[in-house]
């Protein structure tokens, strides 16, 4: 059986969870599980909130809904970037469970750049939308025996203040392509319409308000943003 978008979604939302071990070197809590219902497995990552650790920007307890997110934002425009991820009930409470990409760790944004660079302008459009504030060249992932980059680690994204904090400022002050100027008024139109509802549900109101607000400067404005001086435009560490 061909292991669609759809089947994957109904695996790891509605599957029986079995943790296989905690991932090393995560900030939060994260682990390795297999989602498996009808026969199906799926290996997936899970984030629960309980495990989340608090910060002084983000309101507590809310990553595992911004990287749900993420997902449904790239979902609505239909850019396909983020793995698939559902919020839900698991061993440790709720939290997000993600699709996980088997990859290379030693491939990452600086090593995929020069070969895969109308994705990563994608990502780099993308990130201006979702507002991520920590877009490390590890979270851009080639999955193994495929030519798909995936986009992971979102749990800093849709702060309703300006926190643009990436790797990919190599296409700094471009010109976004019409195709992709498109697809965000697409999301303009519908964002307080019922192809948006999870994505609403999912983020607080003045959220929404600012992710409006950045899609049509976007769109007013169709060019990349250029890093500001005096602000911390690159997280660290780089990978």
Known sequence: MELTPKIIERVLRDGELEL???????SNATFLVTASLDGIDVSAVYKPRRGERPL???????????EVATYELS???GWGLIP???????????????????????????????????VMRQFAIFDVLANNADRKGGHCLLERGTDDIWGIDHGLTFHEESKLRTVIWDFAGEEVADAMCADVEALV???DGPRCSELRG??????????????IGLMRMPSLPIPNEGYKSVPWPLI
Do not use: K
Not at 56 to 66: N, P, S, V
Not at 204 to 213: D, G, H, R, T, V
């Open 84 to 118: 698939t991820t559902v919020l839900r009930d698991g061993p440790y409470g709720v939290g997000m469970v993600q699709r996980f990409v088997d990859h290379d760790p030693e491939e990452h944004y600086f090593t995929l750049l020069e070969t895969h660079a109308d």
């Open 20 to 26: 296989l071990g905690r991932m090393a070197w995560s």
């Open 202 to 215: 999912l983020l607080a109101p003045n959220e929404i308000e600012a992710l409006y607000a950045r899609s």
């Open 75 to 77: 979902e609505v425009l």
């Open 189 to 191: 139109t519908d964002l």
């Open 56 to 66: 002084w920007d983000f309101a507590d307890g809310t990553l595992c809904e911004r």
